[in-house]
């Protein structure tokens, strides 16, 4: 994901089943973003960072921990 968040215009970004455990707080960066799916990972908690999207209109988190 390190490399992902400079990619500031990105609307949508897939990261289900990817055996993730947590996601970076700069994920705060990707202002653009209006889709997010974190399903089937392993998260039990998210950085207060993603408060930054606003643009957010679709989070799918099904499946986590």
Not at 8 to 16: F, G, I, N, Q, W
Not at 25 to 41: A, F, K, R, S, V
Not at 55 to 63: E, G
Request: glycine share 4%; proline share 2%.
């Amino acid at each position: 994901i390190d490399n992902i968040i400079k990619l500031t215009s990105l609307e949508k970004l897939y990261l289900y089943y990817a055996s993730l455990n947590s996601i970076s707080m700069e994920i705060g960066c990707l202002t653009n973003l209006t889709y997010l799916d974190l399903c089937d990972n392993r998260f039990e908690s998210l950085p207060i960072e993603m408060g930054q999207l606003t643009k957010l209109q679709d989070l799918y988190l099904s499946f986590n921990s």
